[in-house]
């Protein structure tokens, strides 16, 4: 049996029985922001004895499902390996946008910072794999033109980041690992090494950690393609066009479900989405919103969480007959007018008009299942029979504008594990990079020329184009359509369940460890 061995600095110190005191009073209760120190508060995850303030540790969580059985993790505090001059490695796991941990107003949000100076001198020695775990997020290398900022707020170049620090710490830059879920970043990475002239390189992975995350969850799934189609079948009188799942608002995704409302397509499809209040509390304080739940967004500002509530759920109810409703709509309006990428178009022009806008709102709330905030559309909760309702996805990823990335989160996932064709407000170039990890897309069944149109309001009007085409076929050719694509949904079922991807990730880890362990 092979060991991983992995340091922590301060694996003696979280595992008092006042840990959970400790870390109220240092990191602002059991989510701080930024860089996670590196400590047993986070490892062992699945001790019930202890309660851990972060489990993004990604890679430990992935090497322990997948090798357990012949490959023992050891973790031990940084001083014992130290002491007997042994090899390990060294998680620093990230939460949040890069923004948190590439400096900013916070020196102990500073990549490095809240390694221990015994450890860093070690790692200085290069017996140390350190490793920068942000494979939850595909946030790109290069964040900084006007499309990603306006997804997920402007960052620092982080190749930069990390070379400029770890040449500040002197620490071996081929002993360091950069985890990453974006699709675009190793290639990205290359390029930049190539551009700058860098001999010596780090180690970029792609790290897929949603199909992790999913695949552990669902393997209870037993239904196949056929249950699938033969419940289509027999309940065809009832079957919607497609599924269309909002739990968070963000300005595409709403832009997109007012194109569905122009369009006449909402009553074609299953389609939940709650106005949050804190969207709107800048124009009615009266609403009286509880300032204390604000949280860091990916930008490092504070912010209200953008996932509704039952009270908003209740609010939005009262939106038809509501006075202050054309505020409202006066407000996404002109938010819209801002944006200046969505409904520039002549054919997207009317999408964003306020009439429409108020149309679309006196419809809130859009719900699927239960008439509650907690299952419209969560990562750990979901019913399959949406899906069987249902012939196809629309679906809004977490991050749609930005063309330096491509990301699947669990929406893209949920998908293919339910036998559903999809198409909707992606980043550019995702299903070709579907097709790279084997996957197979949809064409001709479905247009995808969206893919290839990095301009979103071009991509979002092809998108809509290709909405009203599929809802105007009659349900009966639609599930002969549905049955056409068996091949395509079997296969793409079949490829995730394998779980190639992240065996490869895994073994390029593996083999740098091994490497560095001698």
Same mark, same amino acid.
């Given at each position: ?17 006042? =840990?959970?005191?400790? +870390? ?80 900013? &107003? ?39 033109? !006007?499309?990603? *900022? ?7 170049? $982080? ?48 790290? &897929?950690?949603?199909?992790?995350? +999913?695949?552990?969850?669902? !393997? ?19 079957? !919607? ?47 009286? *919103? ?21 009270? &908003? ?10 006075? +202050? ?22 054919? $997207? ?5 306020k009439y429409n806008i108020r149309d679309f709102l006196k419809k809130l709330p859009l719900t699927v299942d239960r008439k509650t905030h907690d299952t419209l559309d969560s990562f750990h909760h979901w019913d399959s029979k949406l899906y069987k309702d249902t012939m196809f996805s629309y679906i809004y990823e977490t991050w749609s504008l930005s063309n330096n990335m491509v990301f699947f989160s669990e929406k893209i996932y949920k998908a293919i594990l339910n036998f559903h064709p999809f198409l909707g407000m992606i980043n550019s170039d995702t299903l070709k990079f579907m097709e790279r990890n084997g996957y197979k897309s949809f064409s001709p069944f479905i247009d995808e020329s969206y893919d290839d149109e990095g301009d979103p309001d071009i991509r979002s ?15 009966? !050719? ?15 079922? &079949? ?16 083999? =740098?460890?091994?490497? *560095?362990?001698?």
């Open positions: 049996m092979s060991e991983i061995k992995f340091g922590w600095d301060y694996w003696d110190y979280t595992r008092q029985p006042d =840990i959970r005191k400790i +870390i109220k009073k240092d990191f602002n209760g059991f989510s701080p922001d930024g860089v996670y120190p590196n400590d047993s508060d986070t490892l062992p995850l699945f001790d019930s004895n202890f309660q851990p303030t972060n489990a993004w540790h990604n890679i430990y969580n992935i090497l322990q499902h997948h090798y357990d059985g012949y490959t023992e993790l050891e973790n031990k505090d940084t001083t014992e390996y130290i002491k007997n001059n042994e090899t390990f490695i060294y998680v620093i796991a990230t939460n949040g946008g890069p923004t948190l941990w590439c400096g900013g &107003d916070s020196e102990r949000n500073t990549l490095f910072h809240n390694i221990k100076e015994h450890t860093k001198e070690y790692i200085r020695k290069g017996k140390v794999l350190v490793t920068i775990d942000l494979s939850f997020e595909g946030f790109p290398i290069n964040g900084e033109d !006007k499309l990603s *900022i306006l997804d997920m707020g402007k960052h620092p170049n $982080l190749a930069e980041v990390v070379h400029r620090r770890a040449e500040e710490e002197k620490f071996p830059i081929e002993n360091i690992v950069f985890l990453s879920a974006n699709y675009k970043d190793v290639d990205y990475y290359k390029n930049w090494c190539k551009r700058n002239k860098i001999e010596t390189p780090m180690n970029w992975i792609l790290l &897929d950690w949603c199909q992790r995350a +999913i695949s552990s969850d669902y !393997k209870h799934l037993t239904d196949r393609f056929e249950d699938h189609f033969n419940y289509k079948k027999d309940n065809l009188d009832k079957m !919607k066009h497609y599924l269309c799942l909002c739990r968070r608002l963000k300005n595409s995704r709403l832009f997109h479900h007012l194109g569905l409302n122009y369009f006449n397509l909402l009553d074609k499809g299953s389609v939940s989405c709650i106005l949050p209040r804190r969207e709107i509390s800048h124009l009615f304080p009266e609403l009286n *919103i509880d300032k204390s739940k604000m949280e860091m967004d990916h930008a490092g500002t504070k912010t209200f969480s953008d996932c509704a509530n039952l009270e &908003d759920y209740e609010f939005n109810k009262t939106l038809k007959d509501n006075e +202050i409703l054309d505020d409202i709509a006066d407000d996404f309006y002109f938010r819209f007018k801002h944006l200046e990428v969505l409904g520039r178009t002549k054919y $997207l022009y009317k999408v964003r008009d009007e092809l998108l809509l184009k290709e909405m009203q085409r599929l809802c105007e076929m009659p349900i009966n !050719k639609m599930l002969d359509w549905y049955g056409d694509q068996s091949d395509i949904l079997i296969h793409n079922y &079949d490829v995730f369940m394998n779980n190639t991807h992240l065996e490869k990730s895994t073994k390029q880890f593996l083999k =740098i460890w091994e490497n *560095i362990n001698g």
